[in-house]
Structure formats: C-alpha cells, structure tokens
C-alpha cells in the first residue's frame, strides 16, 4: 500500500481528485504542480495513515523508512541536505484534512533547525533571520510537539521586546535573537528534564506524528461535532520545504482571495507582512497590509512584479477550480511561491453574488450553481438587519469581517459564553484575538469582537463560515485588567452590559437594538428566479394572518397550504371570543360568539385571498385542541364569566367539564363539527363570502380549497361535505373540498375518501404523533435518550420518518389515486422545509409542499437542488 505521495513541478504523483487520501491542501498542492504553478516541492502522508496511527498511537517501521525516501527524494531536488550544517534544508510539517479545519489541526515549521544548522542557515542567508527561524522554531515545536505552555515562551519575546521597545520579533537584534534561544532552550530542560531535540531526524518524526495526534485533540473533536465532519476521515501530514517569507524586505507572507469574501465583488482581496512569516498574518497578531488600493504601504506599490505574477496565479486557480480561491503565498527574496490553495469561506452574501457571477460569465452552469448553495447559507440571508429608522449611537467602530446584526451581554472568555449560552442568554464574545481554542465559545456567542486581526484573522475566517457577526480590530478597544470591563476612549462597558454589534459596518452601539428583516439582493432574485425554473414541485407557504401571508409572497411563496383558522384567533384581543365559543352552554350563546368570529373571519380570508392575487389557498376549518383555547387565568375567567353574564364558578365549572385528559385525541378536528355543525356553518360563510366579495370588488378570482382536519372516517367526510355544500348554494363561488392525513386509518381508507376529497395534504405533525403514538408535546423529554441509544437518528418530528410514516403516505397516495388519478397532493406539517423529508415527498409524487413562510426560500432551493 503507497502511504506516501510526492508532489513537485517535474514529478507529482497526486492530483485534485485524490481528495480524499491526500487531503485538500495535499491534492490542491500536487494539483497546483500538474497546472505549473510554483509550490516549494514535498510530500503528502496519506489520510489512511492518520487512520491507522489513531488506532495505534505510533509511527510504522515501514512508514519511517518511507519517509528518509521520500527526504532523499526532496533533498536531490532543491539541493540541500536535511540536518546539514552548510546548506541545511528546513521542512513544514502541516496538517490538511479532507474537509477544511481553519487552525484546528497543528503545524510545525522551520523543522530541521539546531545548533549546528542555524549557523549554516546564518552563513547562506544572513545571521538575524536565521535566528529569528530558531527562536519561531523552538517555540512552536515546544507548544506543538512537547506540549508546553506557549506563554512561557511568549513572555520572554514580550519582556525582551518592552526591554529594547521593539514592536515585533522582526524588529530585535541579533544578540536578543540568540538570547531567547538560550533562554527557550533552558525552559525546555527545565520543564522536560531533557535537552531541546538537536537530531533532525527526531524532530521531523516527532513533528509528523504530534501532526496526526492533533486529529484528536478537543478543539479538532468540537469543530468536527459543530461542523457534522465524521472522526474516521483523519488528516494527510504534508512535509514541505520551507521558503522564507521573513529572508528581508524583499520577501514577504500572505493570504489573498480572488473574490471579496465578504461580498463577492470580483476583485482581488488580500492581506500581506513585508519580511514575516505565514503565522503571522493568520494569527492576528500583527495587522497586516492591503495587497492593493488607495494606501501607501501596499504590495503593489512594494512588490510590484510579484504582485502581477500573483494576479495572474490567482486568475489561473480560480479558472481551474471554478471557485473563488483563498490563497497563501510567501515571497522569499522577490520569487513568489504558492503554499495552498482551497475554496475560500464567504459569507452567504458572497455565496450568491459569486454563484450569479460565474453563471453569467460562463465559469459554471446554472445547475452547477444551484447545487453549490448551502441551504444554511440562504437561511443567514434572511437574518435580521439593524432598523435604520432607530437612532443608534456608535460607540466604536472596528473591520467589519463577518456581517449580520447580534446583540447580547458581553463576555470576556470563551468559557463565560458556553456558560451563558447554556442559561439560554445572548452574548457577544469580546477578545483581544481568537484562537483555535476558543471554538467552543464562540459557537456559544451571537456575535465576537477582538481587539487585534484583520479580515483573514482566525476570528474573521471562523465567524463568517459560522454565518455570525464579526468585528476585528475595534478601534481603541482595551479590555480592563481581569476581563471585568471594556472600554473605548470615554467609554465603558462592564461585563454583563449589552451591546449591538453590526459586523456589516463594523459598528458597536449600547443596548440592544430592534431589528428588521432585510431586502433581498438582486443576485439573490435571480437565484430564486433560477430555482423556480428548475424545481419540479411547488412551495406553498403555511400562513394563518394576512401578515404571515404578506411574508410568505415576499419569500415567493406559491401559495398557501394550510391556513389554521384557529390560529386567527391567537391574537389577546380576538381570543375570547373563541373561549366564549367553547363554553357556551346553549344555541343563544354560541350563536352570539359564531357572529363575532364570522365578522373577524371573514375580514381575514378577504385579505389574505387579496395578498394572494388568484394563488391557491387551502384554508383548514377550526382544529382547535381544546386545551390550547380554554382560560386557565382567574381574571380572565372573571372577565368572560361578567362579558357573558354568569357566575365565575360556573363558568369554571364548564371549563373542568371541559377539559380532556388526551386533548390531542379529544374533542378537536372535524369532531367539534359533527356535534356542532353551526360551527363549521359559519366558517364556510365567512370563506365563500370573502371569495364572492373579492371577485365582485376587486375582480380576483379565487378558487378556495377548503381542507377538513382530523377525518378517520368516510361518514365523517361525507356528512361535512353536505355540509359544506349546503350553505355553498347560496354562493356563485367555485372552491374544491379535500381533507387533511393525519390519521392512520385516514392513510389506510384513502380510497374511499377519495371518492369525495378532490385533495389531500399530509398533517405529518398529527400523522407521526399517530402512528407512532408519540406526543409532539412531551416527547422532547426522553427523545434524546432515544437517539443516543441509537433508537432515533433524528427526532421524527424534524425529519420525516420514512419507514413507518412515510409507508403510509405512500400507501394513501397509491389507495388515493386509484379512485381518482388526479388527485391533489401536499404535505402540510414541519417536515414540508426539511431537505431530508423534501427528498422523500418528491419521489412519492406530492404536488407541493408547505412550510412556515421564513423556510420558503430553503424548501424551493432544496427542491430545485433535488430536481437536477
Ligand atoms: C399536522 O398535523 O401536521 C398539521 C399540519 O396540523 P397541526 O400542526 O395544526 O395539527
Ligand atoms: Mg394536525
């Protein structure tokens, strides 16, 4: 078995689509050597060593071997010896994992370095930088390999820096340099009890394989349990000859995007460190400098002609990848090199504007396209944005790296935010920079601020794949001594105060601040545009209010597919009238509460029938499970009993008549009209008479579906249907009559119901809780048992389960359409937006489906994605 893959420009022995053995910063490094681009030569160690080192903890015999091949290999390529003290070759040892990690897995550079070496490092390229290599050297395989404290070795960098007022490593003379060397070397003896490795052979496997342990360290563990990433993939080890981004002023590190990150504009966008190395611009120390624009100090006007031959490199992997790419470049002694290349993080925005972009340049087909969106990524776009009509006063402004609104009580470590988060409260997680180790807490946060980084900082690359707002670089931002205050110029903020961050602006204002949905971009239309020509079934949206219905236009929506009637009444003035309903003791009463609902209804159906302009809507008549309804509160009670003339006890007494053990298997559904048929009476009035006066006044034609819940027998539906028909004589309105599935014995008499019911739409909400007799209420309590014992993948209520309910849907739509063909089909419960589910119900034939207006656009993006 080959463990080991070379990669340089004349003999490469991987490519793109060895992904998954080689990682994608392996495959992309052989793949950028196949087109001819310039990456210093090295080798891959395959992912399925990583697999097989997690099982036993080591190094092969025969993988050492195939190392020093492979060493062998590289040193006749460059020409220099590794451990050589006159012209030493120095290594990189990174991680790359199939799926991207950004700074979860460990790194080593500059491996090769020891006291023999450095002086011939020093000899060929200069005694400073030489030591500047050793002293990185040391304290990243001190922190990486013998898991020391990096703070024991930042504080002597820190106390030799303040002592000569050097703002960087870069900036300490050589004599400091050496200096630090002893000192670090004498932390390591005095922590270990052994002297700092000077056998490079030692330290190049001891790299490799703290690389593959860092597969399994905590932070690694948490990124791939938020990010769904599985554990068995494992990592490649990439072993790289190193280039000097640190070598002079005429070398330099960097990172560059070949579109904004932010928002898609096609224009390069990057960040660069004149005489530093590849860390240094990632971690956030140090804020780095534009590639180019308006300021002094840009690569363009530094390093003119590298920065067109980088122009050039970028134009070339975007073309070949068909991707916006996020590049790392090193510039040693003005020759640039290519250290990876990978699909770069944007956010949903970016997402769009990119896709639209590339279809219209021809890059990518519109399905190709299409297929590429997150249907995650469509949901940030419908994130809330500031109300601009408030006034909001900014307290600070800083780069704005990941946009999107988020508010919440300030926090100043990673482990208050998981704290607070776990007590259901929103914080906004505030550092001088993020580290890996902070991934916990700020998938814990709203929103994150730092103090120091630029846009391709640690913080800005993880929030803007987390789709949550990010500011870096806060202007003036100083966190108070013991992390209990915050403060900008004048201004403080405690822990525990809220703020409103804008990681659109970049803009940090007091309190909480209200929020608005925003407008969707024009690139977002055409997206939309291009769903809805290739999805195959139509989205409908379930809207109760004439508002929820003006929501689920704008998100496209094809109609409504359940209209809850019961839910008109929800609002604190309406829903008395309902409870009056409910307890009425005799004709009089009910007759008197059905009068003021029909006004309501009617008003309501007029307007939502207008919104809808002629689209189908499928209007539900009352379901009310009676507990949701019946007053529990005393001076409610009080009000209803004084409003209806009765005494409090009595009415109480008629709400503890009332009241149901199993009120979800109760009086509810088409049950309350089989024994009040006036109630149905006024709810088909109120439907046809909106129809009949919207056509007259404002000449829309609409065809009301009109949808019977609960049904478990053909009488049942049979006697609503004359019912229905009965008081439709009295209107010139066309409307269509079907019944809602939720109930087994529904599913298993579709036949017979179909010989009535002109449609059917799936309740899978009632339906699961049926069938599986499993409460929607009360199961939460022990489903999680269920899925950690392996019972449950997923909670049934979210995605469909397709073994038990999904046969009986199957069984209804075959018993449904053989007595009549042209039956139609929705699903009108939760699982109508849940892509798993929309998979399923695509392939059983459904018309439509209908979910919650917000989830419109995700449900059409998943059925078009499901279509191609
Ligand atoms: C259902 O049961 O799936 C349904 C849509 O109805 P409700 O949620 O109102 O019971
Ligand atoms: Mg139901």
Request: aromatic share 6%; with cysteine; hydrophobic share 40%.
């Amino acid at each position: 078995e080959k463990l080991i893959y070379y990669f340089s420009q004349s003999n490469c022995e991987g490519n793109a689509a060895m992904r998954n053995l080689l990682g994608g910063k392996g495959a992309n490094l052989a793949e950028m050597c196949n087109i001819g681009i310039p990456v210093p030569p090295g080798f891959t160690i395959s992912t399925a060593v990583c697999q097989a080192y997690c099982q036993d903890n080591e190094l092969s015999c025969d993988l050492r071997n195939e190392i020093k091949n492979y060493m062998a290999m590289l040193e006749s390529d460059i020409g220099c010896k590794f451990g050589d003290s006159n012209n030493p070759l120095l290594v990189s040892i990174r991680s790359g994992s199939v799926n991207s990690m950004p700074g979860m897995l460990d790194t080593v550079l500059n491996v090769g370095l020891n006291d023999a070496t450095v002086v011939g490092l020093a000899k060929k390229s200069g005694e400073r930088f030489a030591y500047d290599s050793y002293c990185r050297f040391i304290m990243m395989y001190s922190s990486v390999v013998l898991q020391l404290d990096h703070h024991l070795f930042q504080d002597i960098v820190d106390s030799e820096q303040q002592k000569s007022g050097a703002k960087s490593l870069a900036d300490l003379n050589v004599d400091v340099l050496k200096k630090i060397v002893n000192d670090f070397k004498e932390i390591v003896c005095e922590k270990t009890g052994k002297h700092f490795p000077q056998n490079v052979e030692e330290q190049l496997l001891n790299s490799v394989n703290a690389v593959f342990a860092s597969w399994k360290n905590d932070r690694a563990v948490s990124y791939r349990r938020i990010h769904n990433i599985p554990e068995n993939l494992g990592t490649a080890v990439n072993v790289q000859a190193m280039v000097f981004g640190n070598l002079n002023d005429n070398s330099a590190t960097g990172v560059i995007f070949t579109r904004n990150p932010s928002t898609g504009e096609k224009k390069l966008f990057g960040e660069f460190l004149v005489n530093a190395q590849g860390e240094d611009v990632v971690s956030g120390v140090y804020t780095p400098m534009p590639i180019d624009g308006e300021q002094e100090s840009t690569m363009e006007k530094l390093l003119p002609s590298v920065y067109r031959e980088l122009c050039a490199v970028c134009e070339k992997l975007e073309r070949h990848n068909k991707d916006m790419q996020d590049i790392e470049f090193t510039v040693q002694d003005g020759k640039l090199w290519i250290l990876q290349t990978r699909s770069g993080k944007r956010t949903a925005e970016a997402a769009i504007r990119i896709i639209v972009d590339m279809v219209e340049e021809g890059a990518i087909t519109k399905e190709e396209g299409i297929l590429r969106i997150d249907p995650k990524t469509f949901d940030n776009l419908l994130h809330p944005v500031l109300d601009v009509k408030i006034d909001q006063e900014v307290i600070g402004k800083g780069l704005p790296a990941s946009p999107g609104v988020a508010s919440g009580y300030v926090v100043f470590s990673a482990s208050d935010a998981e704290k607070a988060a776990e007590q259901g409260k929103k914080v906004i997680l505030v550092r001088s920079e993020t580290s890996p180790e902070d991934i916990n807490g700020m998938n814990a946060a709203s929103g994150i601020v730092t103090a120091r980084g630029g846009m391709t900082s640690h913080a800005a690359v993880v929030t803007r794949g987390m789709g949550k707002p990010c500011i870096c670089s806060l202007n003036g931002l100083y966190i108070g001594k013991d992390e209990k205050f915050l403060s900008m110029g004048d201004i403080k903020v405690n822990k525990g105060e809220s703020i409103t961050i804008n990681g659109g602006t970049g803009e940090v204002m007091l309190g909480i601040l209200p929020t608005i949905l925003p407008e969707l971009s024009q690139e977002f239309k055409t997206i939309i545009n291009w769903v809805d020509e290739i999805k195959t079934v139509k989205v409908r949206a379930n809207a109760d209010t004439p508002k929820d219905a003006k929501i689920a236009k704008e998100f496209g929506s094809e109609g409504i597919g359940l209209c809850r009637t019961e839910h008109m009444f929800f609002a604190s003035d309406r829903i008395e009238f309902i409870q009056k309903l409910i307890i009425a003791d005799d004709e009089n009463e009910r007759t008197n509460a059905l009068n003021k609902l029909e006004e309501m209804q009617k008003s309501d159906f007029k307007e939502i029938f207008s919104i809808m302009e002629g689209r189908e809507v499928t209007i539900r008549l009352l379901d009310p499970p009676l507990h949701e309804f019946l007053p529990h509160n005393q001076s409610i009670i009080e009000k209803i009993a004084k409003s209806l003339n009765k005494s409090v006890e009595s009415v109480k007494n008629k709400i503890a008549q009332l009241s149901e053990k199993n009120p979800m298997l109760g009086h509810r559904g088409c049950r309350l009209a089989i024994s009040h048929p006036e109630i149905y009476g006024m709810q088909i009035r109120a439907i046809l008479s909106a129809a009949s006066e919207l056509r007259k006044e404002k000449k829309i034609e609409v065809k009301p579906e009109i949808m019977i819940p609960f049904i478990m027998s053909e009488k049942e539906f049979i006697l609503i249907c004359e019912l229905i028909k009965k008081e439709a004589e009295n209107f010139d309105v066309n409307y269509s009559i079907g019944t809602m599935i939720e109930l087994p014995r529904a599913a298993l008499i579709a036949d017979k119901l179909a010989k009535h019911a002109e449609f059917f739409s799936f309740g899978t909400n009632d339906l699961t809780q049926t069938t599986m007799g499993l409460s929607r209420d009360d199961s939460v309590n022990f489903l999680d048992s269920y899925k950690e014992s392996n019972i449950f993948k997923n909670d049934p209520f979210e995605v469909l389960d397709v073994e038990g309910v999904g046969e009986l849907i199957r069984i209804a739509i075959e018993r449904g359409k053989k007595t009549r063909k042209e039956i139609k089909l929705g699903i009108c419960g939760e699982h109508g937006a849940n892509p798993q589910s929309i998979e399923f119900f695509i392939k059983s034939g459904v018309d439509y489906v209908s979910c919650s207006p917000y989830r419109v656009l995700v449900a059409k993006l998943v059925a078009a994605q499901l279509s191609i």
